[in-house]
């Protein structure tokens, strides 16, 4: 286990960055102990003292427990002023005060106890500079395309498998920079070629748009709120063989990259917003044409309800798990999360 009383794992890398969790986890001990020893917390409305009691519980049969808090670097990140206005005052300054306690707090834990903060891209919070000295602070950023190629050539080199350079292009070219979504097709190609090099005959039979497509049209659906195609589209892609929390991450992706383009601006040539965002074109296309069919309220608002989903099924609030994603869908889809004369642009 790391040797300092806390560890901080952020980035928008989510594969990267939940394999290194899983890996934490299996440090414990066996998977039997797991459930009595970890608790997950959602670290959006936490206060210090609850963290603090959860902290001390000793763990269950010996060994070591660990706390997982999501989101809670995220809760204090100052706010962006408009263009000639002064910096804002974040609304969560205060509880800042209260939280520059948890250096100490971490300090007087039982040393069976390993305390994790797991937040998404973070890129001004107050709080994760006061921890920085006092954690062990791993950032998952964003991959490049030449770390897409490395990555890809690594993982199969893990599973005795090789393949050939054009393969990997062509691997990255089809499947973008998304890492959770490369390791399914990756799994793919495993299973069809059964143990022999892979090869680009191999990628242009196995791995399609299809998936992507599924993508996209899924978070159409649910933007549109369309409940019972969303619903559906979600049931279709999870028993292809997607976990749901990776349909999460791949949605969730869609609209952050959606309200990138937006903030290019859809008018911008296709080859530029492509290599701004790290994407294919035929990708930048679908992310242009759905900003431009929707609003940045309607966007981010959906962006943020998917990372409420996904928050809820890492921390238990809801099973099975795909519970937190119907129940999502049906939210929106009936209008209880935004009336629907307020969500298309």
């Known amino acids: 286990m790391p040797a300092k009383p806390i560890t901080i ?22 998977d039997d102990t797991l459930a009595g020893n970890v608790t997950e917390l959602d670290g959006r409305q936490l206060r210090l003292a609850e963290l603090r009691d959860v902290c001390r519980v000793l763990p269950f049969f010996g060994g070591r427990r660990m706390v997982i808090v999501y989101d809670l670097l995220k809760r204090f990140e100052s706010p ?20 520059r306690g948890l250096a100490a707090c971490a300090a007087e ?3 069976t106890t390993t305390l994790v903060l797991v937040d998404d891209e973070v890129k001004d919070s107050p709080l994760l500079k006061i921890l920085a000295p006092v954690a062990e602070v791993m950032a998952f950023p964003a991959p490049t395309r030449d770390r897409v190629k490395s990555w890809i050539r690594e993982r199969l080199s893990r599973n005795g498998v090789a393949i050939a350079d054009d393969a990997v292009n062509l691997i990255e070219e089809m499947a973008g920079t ?15 070629c059964a143990g022999r090099d892979i090869t680009a005959a191999d990628v242009r039979l196995m791995v399609s748009h299809s998936r992507e497509e599924n993508i996209f049209a899924l978070a159409d659906a649910i933007l549109e709120g369309r409940t019972n195609v969303a619903q559906r589209s979600f049931a279709r ?68 309800k998917l990372l409420d989903a996904d928050l809820a099924m890492k921390t238990g609030r809801y099973h099975p798990d795909d519970l937190a994603v119907v129940c999502l869908i049906g939210d929106l889809g009936t209008g209880k999360i935004l009336d629907k004369t307020q969500a298309f642009g």
């Open 237 to 304: 892609i999870v028993q292809e063989g997607t976990e749901p929390l990776a349909v999460i991450a791949m949605v969730a992706r869609q609209l952050r990259l959606t309200v990138r383009a937006k903030a290019i601006g859809t008018r911008t040539p296709l080859p530029e917003i492509a290599g701004k965002l790290g994407i294919a074109q035929w990708q930048a296309k679908r992310a242009a044409d759905m900003a431009n069919r929707f609003t940045l309220a309607r966007l981010k608002l959906v962006y943020q």
């Open 80 to 99: 962006k002023p408009g263009a000639g206005q002064p910096p804002k005052k974040s609304k969560s300054a205060a509880d800042l005060e209260e939280w």
């Open 178 to 192: 998304d890492l959770w979504a490369i390791s399914n097709e990756i799994d793919k190609l495993m299973s069809y």
């Open 109 to 111: 834990m039982p040393p």
């Open 9 to 30: 794992l952020y980035g928008p890398d989510a594969l990267t960055r939940h394999e290194k969790l899983r890996e934490l986890k299996r440090q414990l001990g066996p």
